[in-house]
């Protein structure tokens, strides 16, 4: 079994701050890529960061010099620093994982978490 244990959401004023982490604990004997989605309701789920193993990073084009994602390897969890937050970001936060299973398993395959609820309102 593998869980993915998400926090850090919440409601924050245009032009505040907020840390998205996520852990990954369970049956896991690699991770390669992690990452962060977001979605809106009646909208499809869009990419919102993402990191490889090797510390590559990618963003969408909207969250670029605003949000920063990062990774302990150690502790196989997934940040996202949100900063000046703009109500266009008013989302369900959903981490991403791309791992391998211990027990024998050869194949990565993704994993998601439960979702976190970002609002930003004044």
């Known amino acids: 079994q593998v869980q993915l244990v998400e926090s850090g959401g919440g409601l924050v004023q245009p032009g505040g701050s907020l840390r998205l982490s996520c852990a990954a604990s369970g049956s896991i004997f690699r991770i390669n890529a992690m990452g ?4 809106v309701p009646g909208k ?5 960061a993402t990191t490889t193993s ?4 990618n963003y969408a084009d ?7 994602i990062s990774r ?5 969890t997934v940040y996202l620093q949100m900063n000046s937050l703009k109500p266009e970001d008013t989302a369900v936060y959903y981490c991403n994982v791309e791992l391998i299973r211990s027990g024998g398993y050869s194949r990565y395959v993704d994993y998601w978490g439960q979702g ?7």
């Open 72 to 76: 302990d390897n150690a502790k196989n």
């Open 62 to 68: 909207s969250v670029k010099g605003r949000f920063t």
């Open 54 to 57: 090797g510390g590559v990073t």
């Open 36 to 39: 962060w989605y977001r979605q």
């Open 116 to 122: 976190t609820q970002v609002t930003v309102s004044s």
């Open 44 to 48: 499809q789920r869009e990419l919102v």
